[in-house]
């Protein structure tokens, strides 16, 4: 939802120019032009400042910059209302860029293209903390983030300093990351002003904190407020800070607290008097002298002093800087369409171009693509040649290269592979130490091979593998397939070597297991090698044994015993080997080799009988291990070449791609050369010359803007010396002046607007004589040159170009006036008066001027006043009116100061000698006195005081002035916020500071003033409280924004809520603050009545003496961060427009600025809609949201009716509301774009009723409870409007239904005020018939709503009905992005006063940008081909199916992206053939088959394209009528880009130039028929018996 509430070559080397007007910049109305009027500093002789010079970097006044991890969200930054300079809460764009390119890389591309569905790819965790300045700065602390410095910088207090010479961090929410301590973990604090948590902090202060906290509170559900000790001691509980009588009963108390009284009392001065006052003090960087190196003769350095300049209630610094007068360049960023910026390089419109000696390769190639190539000869044409022969050098030479490199590799491998021979035994020696090396490494020899290797050869092949492999990178891989493949040596391959282990073991197992005697055991042992049947052989010895155990049980008992138990369990039964194999133990199978081996080895120590067993087994094993090495050797081989040959080839191809880059940067620096000097002959020095840095291809945020190209260069212009003036003004804030309005004693606290400053020069030679502020947008400034001197009067934005263009009001000839002249200003009754001194006369002559017409129209004859100087006319310094009469002061050379009347035509017979040493005379804009400031003896500064009731009758008063005014360079007398806040303000260019003295001045005469007397509630308990704020702000946060709104933002179904917590942290005990807390809440709910749900009572509240961001918190709402920021984004309005000077001003991302203004002075409504910019809602309704139906509510009315206040209640938005006008204009919030109706002359009015009715679904507007006012006045702007813009020519627009919320009505006015309503509406519907502004602009739909009063709890529950009210009306903006669209396009009709169909330029922009695409659409399928992005709707942002794959299809002028080169019909269709499934079975069918085959192919793709194309333009002009023209125009473009496509893919079919194949080139082409084939014939040789291979080969002929 959308609810509704701005060493380039001398030209002339060493020649001066005596004279030369500036020249304009070539172009007409179809461009957006930005110049930078910083003209370079000491060009010196035709000596143009060196291009690409980067200034030193200077240090950051953000402290921001050096604390790691943290980002800005939100910035508080000064902007200019009616009412006065207001704070106001803005996103910061480039901290918020780096958050999110950090955690999600290119996601933020600008500020109108984020990507949030990619951030959403991440979460976030994010803990809100608020609190005591110095206890955020120990979080900081304790997370790591700071050194001493900036600690003690975030710590400092702010002053006058801050940000200027000493970095600060600005107020405002800030992210920090704080991953490391938690997964997804953020905190966002809330950094303060320095008067936040001060519960009398003022109401700007007071404004800002709750705003923040609003925030703070919608981003964060768990809150931590960090009190530090100081605050905790200042925490007032309950009734213990009371005054005054206790009063139980509270709701006297809340009665009384609404008791103010007043008092009109009269000033009780009785003598003339005036009095000295610190005033305000601030420095910056405009209060400094502008370099003054090498300046001219006849200039001096007091010339670029920086001044003051004035108006009655305006101020301003004048910064002065010398331009030399050889060659002047301006700064020119200049954006402009592809066809307007091939026009204005053509030599007709921009005669003189230079290239900058600098300009980037990339700038080349735009320029030559824009066309600037044609005005250079032959130059593009033969270095595209030569390009290209450079181009078949390089792929020759790199084929040569590749060949060596193959030649190499198989040298290294041979030698590497030999080296093999020798390692591998190395490595696999140390696996069996029992093998010898020697035999392993002879086993891998070659028969013819030396077997013996000496130690020196052996050691050189070890250490060429070693280093083989290390240059790999393949070692560590090559011993692990090693050791792998030697563990797996396990088992003999034939079964005699599995007998020999067998029999082995078992013998093994028998001997070990009994104690048979030397000469059996030797028994055994010859069995292992018999050739008879083992086990045969093996049973009969065992019955031979058995034998002989029989008559040893014959003998000794005891031995009968021993062999019993030694010997027949394990021979069993004799002729039993089964049995014996029975009782060998399960542990004993067979060995693998390596066991096998080691165990024959020890046996053969001990038996000698083992050593055949131990021969074999070794010879086994290696013919084992040899075959393992010749694997691994092969393994290691193809490997360590594949690494080598990659590795050579990148190498290859890195050497040639830097050799590519060096030549095709030579080439490009040949053709940079070629191109300049082809330029700098041509340059004629007394004409302008474009000299070009920079340019750049532009597409934009915003996807129906036609494709655009940026420009950067400079204007050189060959022109005479002059002074560059840049005007800052000074801004007060609204809070000083309404503060100022009550006080005149208040002392205001200016600062200097940036973004609202204004330039214009004047030549050397020409003086400025004045330079005077009128009202709050306007100037006076004389020029006086050797002849003449004339008055320009404009807008303040307007008069540079006034001044360039010579508009001046007056002219006048000295030779007439004289060359000593003086002007006077009044601004009550808009006079000026000239002064005028020539030989023997000295006259006066009045003007008047008019502040809407900036006219100046002379008031009748010259008055002579030369008989009242007998004798000679003296020289004057100083000429003044007296405030609100029609006197004027002269004051003389000399000091003498007289009073002259315009309406008498006499002098006062009293004059003044205001004496010498006088430095200036200023008269205060109250009509109070005049000032005089001296020089004394000592130097010091000296004031005196002369009020006009006693002029010449008494002496004055002389008042101190400090040492410090006595440095300052130039000083002016003006009033600051009020006429009687009379302000004496001093530069000092030194110090860069600017200062004043408050000159209270009080007269003779009675004055009455209207004061506010202490509150008449003494009796009651009142409570004072210094800190409290800290836990009120809470409060104050539910009292100005809803709780639990009828429309609100619901949370992201992948969102995890968790339940709302404030954890109060302080050292300082504050053991009652929960109960605090819930008393809080129940006065609340008790007071306003607000509907909470419950909402206040489940916020779960808690404290603690200390808390640590490290410690882990599950407990925290969990979000996707893409849409996280859309809900931070879609929290803060943005200012969309104001109005003034009876024009509609639309804002640049929300700030007002004078440049970005002037920019669409005499724009078209295409070219205002290409340039108007909505901040971050951009990539809100052009991607995120773009799919979303959208409902505008709209809050009009007049001033503090209670507008902001109704609409955040009813759709949860956040506007600030007051009484000073925060809210001017025309604002944008999604779930607000409202106008306020004040201090605005009729047309202002109408534009903002007019914008906000036109696009409005549900119009509130609220009006005051007064049955006496005249309704038809009430609504003349709505009236007004049907009469500019004809909603029955603008259908789409005014659908809204109009609901008039009468605000204050008790219940029993409720049916006579309905009554009384409905009856004048009654009259202005029969007085206006079917003209009346409610059929035509609300379709006759309105409702009259009696509002209750607030605080009742009938105020808030109507927000519900009201919500029904509004549901039912029809959404007419069915997508985010057509709305984002209408909303510009009627904001650039307004600006351009074009009164026309709205549908027409809806269609006329969409045909725009359909019509820059289609080519890409076409040949691509996509609308931006170098980014990839697809065909979409350019409504709601989703995307056209495409089935019609990458295909490239040609047509006529199209580029490939790629390499920005001109597509090649040939490789186009060799693209298409490729991705044909048939391609490769043309040698399968007959040539007709294949080629007609093809021919269907091409068509079916084609028109596969061809349909996508034409679906994303039906999609993407359905809403338009298709009789409108540039709706039909499209699709006649269409319809001849599909016939050139389609022939582009018919085939030629005639006969191959070179075979009998037919043609597969394109129809049309030129040059020879081709086939597309090597042109033989790959069929199989028809003569078989000639070939005596197996397989018979291709024919292979032609």
Not at 798 to 815: C, F, P, Q, V, Y
Request: with cysteine; proline share 4%.
């Amino acid at each position: 939802m959308v609810t509704a509430a701005s060493n380039i070559t001398p030209l002339v080397p060493g020649e001066k120019l005596d004279s030369a007007a500036p020249s304009q910049m070539p172009g007409g109305n179809d461009s957006m032009l930005s110049v930078d009027q910083n003209t370079e500093q000491n060009l010196g002789h035709g000596e143009i400042a060196p291009q690409g010079e980067i200034p030193a970097t200077q240090p950051s006044m953000d402290l921001l910059d050096r604390i790691k991890g943290m980002y800005r969200l939100l910035d508080l930054v000064n902007d200019t209302a009616i009412g006065g300079s207001v704070d106001k809460v803005v996103i910061a764009q480039e901290s918020i860029e780096s958050l999110a390119n950090t955690i999600q890389p290119n996601s933020y591309s600008s500020m109108t293209k984020v990507d949030f569905r990619a951030l959403d790819k991440h979460a976030i965790r994010p803990q809100g903390v608020y609190g005591s300045k110095s206890s955020i700065v120990g979080f900081f602390e304790e997370l790591g983030r700071l050194n001493a410095e900036t600690r003690s910088l975030l710590l400092a207090p702010r002053d006058e300093a801050s940000g200027t010479n000493r970095p600060f961090m600005r107020p405002g929410l800030y992210l920090v990351d704080a991953r490391e301590a938690d997964r997804d973990l953020f905190y966002v604090v809330f950094w303060p002003e320095e008067t936040t948590w001060d519960d009398d902090a003022g109401s700007s202060v007071s404004r800002n904190r709750v705003t923040f906290m609003r925030y703070l509170k919608k981003l964060c559900d768990q809150l931590v407020c960090l009190i530090s000790e100081e605050h905790a001691q200042n925490l007032v509980w309950g009734d213990e800070g009371t005054e005054g009588n206790v009063d139980d009963d509270i709701e006297d108390d809340d009665v009384n607290e609404r008791l103010y009284a007043f008092s009109v009392e009269q000033t009780q001065s009785q003598e003339d008097s005036a009095s000295v006052h610190e005033g305000f003090s601030f420095q910056h960087h405009s209060i400094s002298v502008s370099n003054a190196c090498n300046l001219p003769a006849g200039i001096s350095s007091e010339q670029l002093l920086p001044r003051i300049v004035v108006g009655e209630q305006a101020q301003g610094i004048l910064r002065v800087e010398y331009n030399h007068g050889e060659y002047g360049r301006s700064k020119v960023n200049m954006k402009r369409t592809r066809k307007a910026m091939i026009n204005y390089l053509k030599s007709d419109q921009t005669p003189q171009i230079q290239l900058g000696e600098h300009i980037t390769r990339d700038s080349l190639s735009v320029l030559l693509e824009l066309g600037l190539g044609t005005r250079c000869g032959d130059i593009e044409a033969s270095w595209v040649a030569q390009c290209a022969e450079e181009s078949d050098k390089r792929a020759s030479s790199i084929e040569d290269r590749r060949k060596a490199d193959i030649a190499k590799v198989d040298e290294t491998m041979r030698k590497f592979r030999a080296s093999l021979k020798i390692w591998l035994p190395n490595q696999a020696s140390s696996f069996f130490p029992s093998l010898s090396e020697e035999a392993l490494i002879a086993s891998l020899m070659e028969e013819g091979s030396p077997q013996q290797i000496g130690a020196e050869e052996r050691n050189d092949a070890i250490r060429d593998v070693e280093n083989t492999l290390s240059f790999a990178s393949w070692r560590q891989n090559a011993v692990s397939s090693l050791e792998n493949k030697l563990k797996r040596i396990s088992e003999a391959s034939g079964p005699d070597y599995r007998d020999i282990k067998t029999r082995c073991l078992e013998i093994r197992f028998i001997l070990e297991n009994s104690t048979l005697d030397e000469k059996v055991a030797q028994q055994f042992l010859d069995l292992l090698f018999s050739e008879g049947n083992f086990e045969s052989l093996f049973n009969n010895l065992c019955a031979s044994v058995s034998s002989s155990s029989a008559t040893a049980n014959q003998g000794d008992g005891i031995a009968r015993k021993m062999w019993t138990t030694a010997s027949s369990w394990l021979l069993g039964t004799p002729g039993k080997r089964q049995l014996v194999l029975k009782k060998m133990p399960a542990t004993a199978s067979i060995p693998n080799d390596i066991s096998f081996w080691k165990s024959l080895e020890r046996d053969a120590r001990l038996n000698p009988a083992y050593n055949e067993a131990k021969e074999l087994v070794g010879n086994h094993l290696i013919h084992e291990i040899k075959n393992t090495l010749i694997y691994v050797r092969n393994e290691i081989t193809q490997k360590v070449r594949s690494v080598i040959s990659r590795q050579m080839t990148a190498i290859r191809e890195k050497d040639f791609e830097e050799g590519r880059k060096v030549e095709l940067d030579d080439a490009w620096n040949r053709l940079r050369e070629r191109m300049r000097s082809f330029f700098a002959p041509k340059i004629d020095a007394t004409r302008s010359c474009l000299q070009i840095t920079q340019i750049t291809r532009e597409t934009g945020g915003n996807r129906h803007v036609e494709e655009s190209f940026r420009l950067i260069g400079w204007e050189i212009k060959p022109r005479l010396a002059d002074f560059r003036y840049t005007f800052f003004p000074m801004e007060i804030k609204a809070e000083d002046l309404q503060q100022v309005s009550m006080n005149a004693d208040h002392i205001c606290k200016p600062g200097i607007s940036e973004h609202r400053k204004q330039t214009f020069e004047i030549r050397v030679g020409t003086t400025l004589q004045l330079f005077r502020l009128i009202g709050k947008d306007g100037c006076i400034v004389v020029l006086q040159d050797r002849d003449s001197l004339r008055i320009f009067y404009d807008s303040l934005s307007g008069i540079s170009n006034a001044i360039e263009k010579d508009r001046h009001k007056k002219l006048l000839h000295l030779i007439r006036i004289g060359h000593e002249s003086l002007i006077a200003v009044e601004e009550t009754r808009r006079h000026l008066a000239l002064l005028s001194r020539k030989s023997g006369s000295l006259q006066i002559n009045l003007y008047s001027y008019d502040e809407v017409s900036k006219t100046l129209a002379s008031r009748g004859s010259a008055v002579d006043i030369s008989e009242w100087y007998p004798g000679r006319i003296p020289s004057f310094r100083d000429f003044h009116f007296i405030p609100n009469t029609d006197e004027l002061l002269l004051v003389e050379a000399g000091g003498m100061s007289r009073v002259f009347s315009l309406m008498t035509q006499t002098f006062r017979s009293k004059k003044v000698l205001l004496g010498p040493n006088l430095l200036s005379v200023s008269v205060t804009f109250d009509g109070a006195s005049l000032l005089a400031l001296y020089k004394g003896e000592d130097s010091t500064l000296q004031l005196r005081c002369l009020h006009w009731a006693s002029f010449g009758e008494q002496p004055g008063i002389q008042l101190p002035v400090p040492a410090w005014a006595s440095s300052s360079k130039s000083v002016a007398l003006s009033s600051v916020g009020n006429r009687k806040n009379n302000q004496l303000i001093f530069l000092d260019p030194d110090q860069s500071q600017i200062s004043s003295l408050f000159i209270k001045i009080s007269c003779k005469s009675s004055a009455f003033t209207f004061k506010a007397n202490k509150h008449d509630t003494e009796h009651v308990k009142r409570r004072v409280t210094v800190n409290n704020s800290l836990i009120d702000c809470h409060a104050d946060v539910w009292t100005r924004f809803p709780i639990a709104p009828p429309i609100r933002r619901e949370l992201s179904t992948q969102a995890i809520a968790r339940p709302s917590t404030i954890h109060f942290v302080s050292k300082w005990p504050i053991p009652m603050l929960e109960a605090y807390f819930r008393t809080m809440v129940t006065d609340f709910e008790s007071k306003t009545r607000k509907p909470t749900d419950g909402i206040l009572h489940k916020i779960q509240v808690s404290t603690a003496a200390q808390w640590s961001p490290h410690g882990l918190n599950k407990e925290i709402t969990v979000s996707q961060l893409g849409d996280w920021l859309v809900g931070l984004m879609c929290l803060i309005p943005i200012h969309l427009a104001v109005t003034g000077s009876n024009r509609f001003i639309p804002l640049k991302d929300g700030v007002n600025n004078n440049e970005f203004e002037g920019q669409l002075l005499g724009a078209s409504v295409m070219q205002i809609v290409q340039n108007l910019s909505f901040g971050w809602y951009e990539s809100i309704f052009n991607s995120y949201l773009a799919d979303l139906p959208v409902k505008v509510v709209t809050s009009m009315g007049e001033q503090s009716v209670g507008k902001s206040y109704a609409l955040n209640h009813f759709v949860d938005t956040s506007f600030a509301g007051s009484a000073m006008r925060c809210t001017e204009g025309v604002w944008l919030s999604v779930t607000p774009t409202r106008v306020q109706s004040i201090e605005r002359s009729p047309q202002e009015d109408m534009l903002l009723v007019l914008l906000n009715t036109a696009i409005s679904n549900f119009v509130l507007f609220r009006n005051n409870f007064a049955l006496s006012r005249n309704i038809a006045d009430l609504f003349a702007s709505f009236q007004s409007c049907i009469s500019v813009l004809d909603p029955a020519s603008n259908p789409k627009l005014f659908q809204s239904r109009l609901e008039i919320i009468i605000k204050d009505v008790i219940a029993s006015d409720t049916e006579e005020m309905v009554k009384e309503f409905s009856l004048k509406f009654d009259r202005i519907v029969k007085e206006e018939g079917a003209d009346n502004f409610i059929t035509k602009l609300h379709k006759g739909h309105l409702g009259i709503i009696p509002w209750p009063v607030i605080e009742s709890s009938l105020f808030y529950k109507l927000f519900n009905s009201l919500r029904k009210r509004f549901m039912r009306q029809p959404v007419t903006h069915p997508h985010g992005g057509a709305f984002l669209v209408l909303l510009k396009t009627l904001m650039a009709k307004l600006k351009a006063n074009d009164w026309g169909a709205l549908d027409q330029n809806l269609a006329a922009q969409r045909a725009q940008y359909l019509l820059s695409i289609i080519d890409d659409a076409l040949c691509f399928g996509l609308s931006e081909p170098s980014s990839g992005e697809q065909l979409k709707n350019c409504d709601n942002d989703q995307p056209i199916p495409n089935n019609s794959g990458e295909d490239i299809f040609f047509l006529q002028d199209v580029k490939n992206p790629s390499d920005g080169k001109l597509l090649d019909i040939d490789i186009c269709l060799a693209g298409l053939r490729t991705h044909w499934s048939e391609h490769l079975r043309r040698y399968r069918m007959t040539e007709q088959e294949y080629v007609q085959s093809y021919q269907n192919h091409l068509e079916s793709v084609s028109t596969t394209r061809v349909n996508l194309v034409h679906e994303w333009l039906k999609v993407n002009t359905s809403r338009f009528p298709a009789s409108n023209a540039d709706i039909g125009n499209v699709f006649r473009v269409y319809e001849e880009k599909v016939k050139e496509l389609k022939l582009m893919v018919v085939p030629c079919m005639i006969t191959c130039s070179s075979c009998g194949l037919l043609c597969l080139r394109q129809k049309y082409h030129n040059g020879n028929h081709d086939c597309m084939t090597n042109h033989k014939c790959h069929t199989v040789c028809e003569f078989a018996d000639d070939h005596s291979e197996e397989e018979i080969p291709p024919c292979d002929m032609p």
